[in-house]
T-cell receptor, first 108, second 112 residues
Framework: QKEVEQNSGPLSVPEGAIASLNCTYS??????FFWYRQYSGKSPELIMF????GDKEDGRFTAQLNKASQYVSLLIRDSQPSDSATYLC????????FGQGTELSVKP | EAQVTQNPRYLITVTGKKLTVTCSQN?????MSWYRQDPGLGLRQIYY???????DKGDVPEGYKVSRKEKRNFPLILESPSPNQTSLYFC???????????FGSGTQLSVL
């Protein structure tokens, strides 16, 4: 089992829909959870972080953490074509580990 | 402007020819790290540094060297590059190792 696992996609959603990106992890001692967005040919940039169980909202983005089930998800409401990118989850336990990323495509 | 500066942006070289990729940050960050990104494998850590003169191996350190003589600089050295080191490389920094990472713009390396 990979330490941090994401569906590679591509995930395709129509403009205005909700995009749901998921990430599972194996280290139960993980403390910090991050979502990075990476546009094609660019470097990753942090868009959300969450430390506690539950939901954290920031604009159109919501991060959800369930430590008991060992998953973290990112919801993007009212998806826009500009949201088309690869989304990387990163989990901080003893070290920071990145998932392989999920490619999201938002169709106009 | 706060940034992590990596150079060069693109590099084509031949097997065995030593090369250095430079990384510099202007945010007074303690923590710096190098990653390589390959399709389907995500970002994998090569080396990291918690402070000046303190470096440690990441998940894929073989074939790479680093040094941290100054807080702002963290160069990545390939003493004898091989084709399996063809990859996209990112330098990143943060205040602490468990905080938001700031990434450089990346170096696309091709080893022929």
């Amino acid at each position: 089992q990979k330490e941090v696992e994401q569906n590679s996609g591509p995930l395709s959603v129509p403009e205005g829909a909700i995009a749901s990106l998921n990430c599972t992890y194996s280290d139960r001692g993980s403390q910090s959870f991050f979502w990075y967005r990476q546009y094609s040919g660019k470097s990753p940039e942090l868009i959300m972080f969450i430390y506690s169980n539950g939901d954290k909202e920031d604009g159109r983005f919501t991060a959800q953490l369930n430590k008991a089930s060992q998953y973290v998800s990112l919801l993007i409401r009212d998806s826009q074509p500009s949201d088309s990118a690869t989304y990387l989850c990163a989990i901080q336990g003893g070290k920071l580990i990145f998932g392989q990323g999920t490619e999201l495509s938002v169709k106009p | 402007e706060a940034q992590v500066t990596q150079n060069p942006r693109y590099l084509i070289t031949v097997t065995g020819k030593k090369l250095t990729v430079t990384c510099s940050q202007n945010m007074n960050h303690e923590y710096m790290s190098w990653y390589r990104q390959d399709p389907g494998l995500g970002l994998r850590q090569i080396y990291y540094s918690m402070n000046v003169e303190v470096t440690d191996k990441g998940d894929v350190p073989e074939g790479y060297k680093v040094s941290r003589k100054e807080k702002r600089n963290f160069p990545l050295i390939l003493e004898s590059p091989s084709p399996n080191q063809t990859s996209l490389y990112f330098c990143a920094s943060s205040f602490g190792g468990d905080e938001k990472l700031f990434f450089g713009s990346g170096t696309q390396l091709s080893v022929l």
